[in-house]
């Protein structure tokens, strides 16, 4: 086949066109490099002072802990011996308290009897006279030395309180100066202020073995 022009017009258009220059290669001065340099110096510089400083926090921390649970150990021993320490001081403080009561009361109980005693026995008495309110019958019995003493006053205690039963005032060589025994159709009663005396006394007395237990030693003054 034969063409009017022997000539390939797209060859050579295609040669006549300048093909696509390829980018240019990045162009980095000195001062360029330095700066990147700097900056890369910097970042590592950062990275490096941040994971420094993320380890020492967890040095600090873990040594702090590490405080705290050795003064914990310390503390603790010590504060049980204080407060070993101020048991037995406590203690001691109450047996002395105990000693001083024991002492006092056992000097001043026949004093305090023979002022109290009988009058007590009689407000008692006066109280059973209250208790036996509606009773056929109530007998109220004393030693004979306070029975004279007691009549006349628990006769008009009866009167005032409207007790309309029998009173029978008996004498009973068996008790106490400051005691006193009632019975009526329902009901009894009894007191001692001596006995009440011996209880407080006693009740001390438990007290001071007690506090001998927890201390471990014998209370000075205690009878051998």
């Not at 009973?172 to 009632?182: E, H, M, S």
Request: aromatic share 6%; charged share 25%.
């Amino acid at each position: 086949m034969s063409y009017l022009f022997d000539r390939n017009f797209d060859a050579e258009t295609e040669a006549l066109t300048p093909e696509a220059a390829p980018a240019p290669e990045p162009l980095f001065t000195r001062s360029d490099h330095e700066l990147a340099l700097a900056e890369a110096r910097a970042a590592a510089f950062e990275a490096g002072y941040q994971k420094g400083r993320a380890e020492a926090q967890e040095a600090a921390l873990a040594s702090d802990a590490t405080r705290r649970l050795q003064l914990a150990e310390a503390v603790v021993p010590v504060l049980r011996d204080l407060f070993a320490d101020a048991e037995a001081h406590h203690a001691a403080l109450e047996a002395q308290m105990i000693d001083f009561v024991l002492s006092v009361f056992e000097q001043l109980a026949p004093d305090v009897s023979a002022a109290l005693a009988e009058g007590q026995a009689r407000r008692e008495a006066r109280s059973a006279v209250r208790m036996a309110l509606g009773a056929a019958q109530l007998t109220l019995y004393f030693p004979p030395d306070s029975l004279e003493a007691a009549t006349a006053e628990l006769e008009a205690a009866a009167r005032e309180a409207g007790f309309g039963g029998r009173l029978s005032l008996r004498p009973d060589p068996t008790l106490q100066a400051g005691a006193v025994r009632a019975a009526w159709d329902q009901g009894v009663m009894a007191y001692s202020f001596a006995e009440i005396c011996a209880r407080i006394l006693e009740a001390l007395g438990l007290a001071r073995q007690e506090i001998e237990q927890r201390l471990g030693q014998k209370l000075t003054g205690e009878p051998s």
